[in-house]
């Protein structure tokens, strides 16, 4: 109830860009698809006016892009630009967990294990929103809420190439599985150079591993 009651509080553009939003990372609209506002308004039930703010804002979250003759449609990353988000979250989130570990507590690091038992047993649709969690768990401690802001954004830009990429190479979640374990395990021991180093080696090898990825599937 009392989260329904928060939802209802929002405002109807507040509510539309939250669904709308959901269509896109869920990719019920998929890569490059066109985003009708007529179409979008029928199916949520609001008028175009709603649907043209939300457009807007999605734009702004880099989730939609403007073509000109075209409209509005869901954005499609290269793989120039999936590096450069992977270096912006490098720098911010590294930064993030070396302010937040001196302030864990041993409830925020119980957070992070029950995420973690959840993703294990998770199918791929949610992958992306429980990573966040885990992560969020884990730098929230810093105070920082504008870097974790734009470190959301990021991830929820990137969310559906990684779903994807992960989807179709097992290993490759699996091992990512693995460095999740160990970047929770040192933060709960204190151990914060250590795990800023498994942080770094688990974004960068996000970062090439995607990259490739991604080539291959432009070249194909």
């Known amino acids: 109830m009392i989260a329904r009651a928060k939802i209802e509080r929002k405002s109807l553009s507040a509510q539309v860009v939250d669904a709308l939003r959901q269509m896109i990372l869920s990719g019920e609209y998929a890569l490059g698809a066109q985003l009708r506002q007529d179409e979008i308004a029928q199916k949520l039930g609001v008028s ?97 809420p504008v870097m974790l802001d734009m470190v959301k954004r990021i991830h929820d830009s990137l969310d559906r190439y990684v779903r994807l990429h992960l989807s179709m190479t097992p290993a490759i979640h699996d091992r990512s599985m693995d460095e999740h374990e160990q970047l929770v395990a040192l933060c709960r021991d204190g151990k914060g150079d250590e795990a800023v180093e498994v942080l770094r080696g688990h974004l960068t090898h996000a970062l090439e591993e995607l990259v490739v990825f991604l080539e291959g599937q432009e070249a194909a």
């Open 48 to 144: 175009r006016i709603p649907v043209r703010e939300a457009l807007q804002q999605l734009e702004a979250e880099g989730l939609v892009a403007t073509i000109p003759y075209k409209g509005s449609v869901v954005a499609q990353l290269s793989p120039t630009q999936v590096r450069e988000y992977y270096e912006v979250r490098l720098l911010l989130e590294i930064d993030l967990l070396r302010r937040a570990i001196p302030q864990l507590s041993a409830k925020q690091i119980k957070k992070a294990e029950a995420v973690l038992k959840e993703m294990h047993a998770a199918e791929a649709s949610r992958w992306g929103a429980l990573n966040w969690q885990l992560h969020e768990a884990l730098y929230e401690p810093a105070q920082r």
